[in-house]
């Protein structure tokens, strides 16, 4: 193929490699941040519907990914043009079978970079609820997982949602965005870890299978408690509840008997009156004083009386110290949203080289294959024409610059190309030219 050939080579890889590239990305999203939770709700898409959405974006021949959270749902594509986004809106709404569409102004449409930039954010964990939240981080890697197991997402956006993943890492690890409770669950089960560091041989009652109950336990679970017990007023709620964590269900009635085997009880009940008080504590405690009971109380109005500190062997914490604790860790994580904003700058920049340097690799290499055919052609036509002396390899290699040179000065020359001043800097920066001023120095 001769050299000139590579003319219309370069534009067509450039076509080709663009519409793979950062240009090509594409969001529409709909999250806690634009919409009302009712438009959320109507928008949360079940794991097979995912993988339906996924299933049709390959039908249209677009690479994406579907990213669903309890606060965001949304579809990253690498776009072909207008219509293919259209096509991929389309499919997103019909994925929801909505009866009730949201209303524009709840979702969020970005385009390029922006895209880049937004995945990173959340998985930071900057767009989350909760700043600095942990559990986004697995949901974008099970995001991209679903995506690649359904052929679906293709070399880019795998790379770009593997680029997000190391971003959220290094925040994780470099920053304090995710030190410190902020809900008083969490806070709850916090203070009870640095009370008692061996949580699987712990007794840990939870009063009340309210939502805050429920979160109580389920970060509980997580640590791996050694039994788990749910005492609520009613027991079939206490048994669904307890079936979730594999815990024991218990009736409000048997508190005194669990209180005698409990390390520590936790209280996220709503009652009229306390149901834990000094009487009950020390009838069921006398003999037990060499092993603390920690109470800890998330209820308002309280569900442990407040005398109950009083009684020996008994600590107790309430809403209002947690509410502190929750209150100065949120200002902890706000103070570092600007260090996880100079990571994720950090790592936005090296996927922006990341991504040049793929895009032109293919290029370069072609490139590479022309001029060495060249170099190949002019040395094997040398050796048939004799000897092989200083005239001669002068001759040889001023044919092999003329004819590396043939094909870009002739595109140069013809006025083809519009070279303003960017432009031209490219081409001296290509070639590797010294810049204008610098000559002319």
């Known amino acids: 193929m001769p050299f000139a050939s590579t003319v219309p080579l370069i534009r067509t890889l450039s076509r080709e490699v663009g519409m793979v590239g950062i240009e090509s990305l594409r969001l529409l999203s709909i999250s ?23 299933g049709t974006m390959r039908e249209l021949e677009l690479r994406a990914v579907v990213l669903c959270t309890c606060n965001r749902t949304e579809l990253y594509w690498c776009s072909r043009g207008p219509e293919s986004d259209a096509s991929a809106q389309a499919a997103l709404m019909a994925c929801a079978s909505l009866q009730v569409v949201p209303p524009p102004e709840s979702f969020t449409q970005r385009t390029g970079l922006a895209v880049a930039a937004h995945l990173f954010r959340v998985a930071a964990g900057l767009e989350s609820l909760v700043v600095g939240e942990a559990e986004i981080l697995g949901q974008v890697r099970e995001a991209i997982e679903a995506a690649e197991g359904e052929a679906g997402a293709g070399p880019f956006l795998a790379d770009l949602f593997r680029a997000a993943l190391r971003c959220g890492g290094r925040v994780r690890s470099e920053t304090q965005i995710g030190t410190g409770a902020l809900s008083v669950a969490s806070a709850a089960v916090q203070l009870l870890a640095r009370v008692h560091q061996d949580f699987a041989n712990l007794t840990v009652v939870v009063i009340g299978a309210g939502v805050t109950g429920l979160k109580v336990a389920r970060h509980l679970n997580a640590m791996r408690v050694g039994r788990l017990v749910i005492v609520n007023r009613t027991l079939p709620r206490a ?48 003999g037990n004083r060499e092993r603390p009971l920690l109470l800890i109380d998330l209820s308002l109005p309280r569900a442990i009386d407040s005398s109950c500190a009083a009684v020996p062997g008994v600590a107790l914490h309430d809403l209002s110290g947690l509410e502190q604790v929750v209150e100065h860790n949120r200002a902890r994580r706000e103070c570092e949203v600007p260090h996880v904003e100079k990571v ?98």
């Not at 008997?257 to 008080?277: N, S």
């Open 344 to 441: 994720i700058e950090h790592e936005l920049g090296i996927f922006q080289r990341q991504v040049r340097e793929s895009m032109a690799r293919p290029l370069v290499a072609e490139l590479r294959r022309r001029a060495d055919a060249i170099r190949r052609e002019e040395i094997a036509r040398t050796l048939r024409e004799g000897e092989f002396d200083a005239p001669t390899l002068d001759h040889l290699t001023q044919r092999l610059v003329d004819r590396l040179l043939h094909a870009p000065s002739l595109a140069l020359r013809s006025g083809e190309l519009a070279l303003g001043p960017p432009q031209t800097r490219y081409v001296r920066l290509l070639f590797g030219l010294e810049d204008d001023e610098a000559g002319a120095g």
């Open 32 to 54: 806690h941040r634009s919409a009302a939770l009712a438009d959320l709700e109507r928008m949360a898409l079940p794991a097979t519907i995912q993988t339906k959405l996924c």
């Open 239 to 286: 048994e669904e509840a307890a079936a979730e964590f594999s815990a024991t269900a218990a009736r409000l009635e048997d508190l005194p008997h669990w209180m005698a085997h409990a390390h520590a009880m936790i209280a996220a009940a709503q009652v009229e009156r306390p149901v834990v008080t000094p009487e009950m504590l020390s009838g069921v405690r006398s």
